[in-house]
């Protein structure tokens, strides 16, 4: 053969084609599984967002108020923090005697402000309070500052929001 032939480093067509082939296949696998670990990509991210959201209504002055006469949570959440679709439960928590009890609740059903039953938000209440969160909700935590008997008496808290 020829030092300088024609045919040096040409590749068969289907050997080409196999090749690329297998890389495309790789590279879909790959943004598969590493799909979860980019932001704004996972399950988690939704809860995270709606936290957030969730969060920026029901602070007054950087602090929820959970006494008597203060607003209840779902008369302070907008509707556009709520992710269209999903069914929202929201509970916040302060430290009483050592542990953390339930100061407020409230629950937004799919569809919420505009396409819901009145019953709707009591009945999700009353499963998460029956049954628990479902197992496949996305669950996100924050700390945050709750005024419990009045302004003044400020209580360590959480906020928790899961969505499904």
Known sequence: MLRWS?????????????????????????????????????????????????WD??????????????????????????????AVYVVVTAVD???????????FPSGYPDDIDPSEPTQIEQYVEDEGVPSGASISTRSIPVAVESQAEIRSGTLEVSVW
């Open 6 to 54: 024609q045919y040096r480093a040409q590749t068969e067509p289907l050997a080409a084609i196999f090749a690329v082939s297998i890389f495309a296949i790789a590279l879909s696998l790959y943004v598969v599984a590493a799909q979860p670990i980019f932001p704004g990509f996972s399950d988690d991210s939704t809860a995270d967002r709606t936290i957030d959201r969730v």
């Open 57 to 86: 209504d029901i602070e007054q002055h950087g602090v929820f108020h959970a006494y008597d006469g203060a607003d209840d949570i779902d008369a302070l959440v907008d509707g556009e923090s709520v992710p269209a679709g999903s």
């Open 97 to 107: 005697g050592g542990k953390e009890q339930p100061v407020a609740e409230a629950a």
